[in-house]
Each structure stands twice: as C-alpha cells, then as structure tokens.
C-alpha cells in the first residue's frame, strides 16, 4: 500500500483500510454509473457536485504491479459516507475515472499527528 491509515503497520492491505473507514463511518458503497455515482444501500445517484472525495488511498500488488487499486473515502451532500473502489491505471473502469475528474472536492487528509482519516 502506498498510503496508509494512522497506522501503516497495521493498514497493509485494501481490506484493512475498508474495514477503519467502517468503523468510521464510510459503510456505503458506491458504484459509477452512467448518471453519476450510485450508493448501493440507498440507490440515489449523486453528481459530482454532490460528493466530496474526503480522502482517497493507492494499492498496489505484490506480485504483480498491474494489480492495484484506488480506494476513495466519499461524503455525499445528503450526508451518506462510503466508499468507491476502482483498479488503477489501464485497468480503471473509465465510469469511475470520468466522475472523479469532475469532483470538485477532492482532499487529501493528513492530521497534524501524521495521520489519515
């Protein structure tokens, strides 16, 4: 994993990472779609002016460097908090690619400590 979460011993794998933003508070997930991004509990599709990318983290394979992912922490305007996954590079899925080029609201979180959310 390139970025970790506050603490990169033990936030190793994309699975781990999931599972701090549940306990967080990130328990929807996403998915892009034609209109917009979609949250699976809820099913509203969001725009991108409707969703804030509150933080967003890089994986990559061990074994195989064509194996990677992107795991981006969303907040939306109606309050929904989840999470989008998508693989990175030739393999993106250019739905997710095209949405986050027209999010507006896009941080990277570093807390004083050093620490991501």
Do not use: W
């Not at 699975?15 to 979609?38: D, I």
């Not at 061990?62 to 992107?70: G, M, Y």
């Not at 941080?107 to 959310?117: D, E, F």
């Amino acid at each position: 994993m390139i970025d970790s979460v506050n603490n990169p011993d033990q936030m190793n794998t994309l699975t781990e990472c999931l599972q701090r933003l549940n306990s967080l508070g990130f328990r929807v997930q996403f998915k892009a779609v034609e209109k917009g991004l979609k949250s699976l509990t809820t099913e509203q599709i969001y725009t991108p002016k409707q969703v804030h990318i509150v933080n967003f983290y890089r994986f990559e394979g061990e074994s195989n460097p064509s194996d990677s992912a992107i795991l981006y922490a969303i907040s939306t305007s109606s309050g929904e908090r989840g999470s989008l996954i998508d693989a990175y590079g030739s393999e993106s899925d250019p739905l997710v690619a095209d949405f986050i080029k027209q999010v507006e609201d896009i941080h990277k979180q570093v807390h004083a400590s050093g620490n991501q959310i």
